[in-house]
């Protein structure tokens, strides 16, 4: 696990003071975060597409295949050490399931949440959505644990169901919080399709969000300015879980690599693919397998999420 120190100058904004001077403003730092290992990731994605497999070839909301994928990620997060907890809630007619994993630690009242829905559509196996974000946030998760990192703030992961039949798990969740518990979550990342095929390296817009979403964009684009990989701001709206925390007030935050969208010719010449093709052809189709995803997508979103974390945590 190699550790990297970056300072970035991205996110330096001029501003003009009253006596009519320029100063920027503090550049923003990253904190040294841990490479996450891609291998790992693509070896938990083969895990997902396996439970799909062996349970008729999906991962969706009341379907065992979600139940076995609840199950699996759970027993990695508990023989961590995490804390996790299993929340039901029905939807049309059949229970759902949200994991939570709390890290113990870290100062509860500045609690940083990370999440990503984890049930797939009925047509196949969700791989790359949302198989993608669930592993990435599993292995940053799980290395919190091996590299013995003791952040200051508290630390919570959580995996969504039913997001595919409209965002029901995580808005569950949020609904459910007392306002005090609610008021706690100071920061709120979302990782929905992070290995798209044909990849974009969008970042969630702060636009339109709760303000103290700056902050997490600003984060997420200064790692990707670390390794000069271009990214584009992206208004995701009320298509993935994120929606439900912005509605409670909570900053939100997060990467893409895109869906049904069509890469422009602009797009593939600064990050390669193919242009007049979609992000990802797959995407709610049976053929969004092990063999739907870019690895390389896969490995720079992973890293940068756990660069947010060691960032915004620490
Ligand atoms: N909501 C996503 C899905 O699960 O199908 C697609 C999506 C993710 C769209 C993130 C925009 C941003
Ligand atoms: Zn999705």
């Known amino acids: 696990m190699r550790l990297r120190k970056i300072v970035t100058t991205l996110g330096v904004v001029a501003v003009i003071t009253a006596t009519g001077t320029a100063t920027a ?5 990253l904190a040294a ?3 996450i290992s891609v291998a790992a990731v693509q070896a938990d994605l083969a895990q997902l597409q396996s439970i799909a497999s062996s349970n008729g070839g999906n991962r969706a909301h009341g379907r065992p295949g979600y139940q076995a994928s609840v199950n699996w990620v759970k027993a990695k997060l508990d023989a961590a050490g995490f804390t996790t907890r299993v929340q039901s809630f029905t939807h049309s007619g059949a229970t759902g399931y949200n994991l939570i994993a709390d890290w113990p630690g870290g100062d509860e009242n500045n609690t940083v949440m990370v999440g990503g829905h984890l049930d797939s ?5 969700g791989i790359n959505d949302n198989g993608t974000g669930s592993a990435s ?3 940053v998760a799980l290395a919190v644990k091996a590299t013995g990192f ?9 995996w969504w169901g039913a997001e595919e039949l409209g965002l029901i798990g995580s808005t569950y969740y949020v609904n459910s919080l007392p306002a005090a518990e609610k008021s706690k979550i100071k920061t709120y990342l979302n990782f929905d399709m992070t290995g ?14 709760p303000s103290g979403s700056a902050r997490l964009q600003q984060v997420l684009q200064a790692y990707y300015t670390s390794i000069n990989v271009a990214t584009e701001l992206t208004t995701v709206g009320g298509r993935s879980d994120h ?3 912005a509605r409670a007030g909570i900053p939100v935050g997060g990467t893409f690599s895109g869906a049904e969208g069509t890469k422009t010719s602009a797009q593939a010449q600064k990050w390669g693919g193919t242009a007049g093709r979609a992000y990802d052809p797959c995407y709610h189709r049976s053929c969004d397998t092990t063999s739907n995803l870019n690895a390389t997508a896969l490995d720079r979103n992973a890293d940068a999420i756990a660069s947010a974390v060691w960032t915004l945590a620490s």
């Open 121 to 125: 559509v009925n047509a196949g196996p």
């Open 243 to 245: 929606a439900a925390f």
């Open 33 to 35: 975060a841990p490479d």
């Open 137 to 139: 946030i599993l292995e």
């Open 25 to 29: 403003a503090p550049a923003t730092t």
């Open 196 to 209: 798209s095929p044909n990849p974009a390296y969008f970042v969630y817009s702060a636009s339109g969000q």
């Open 150 to 158: 003791k952040p200051t703030k508290h630390l919570r992961f959580g």
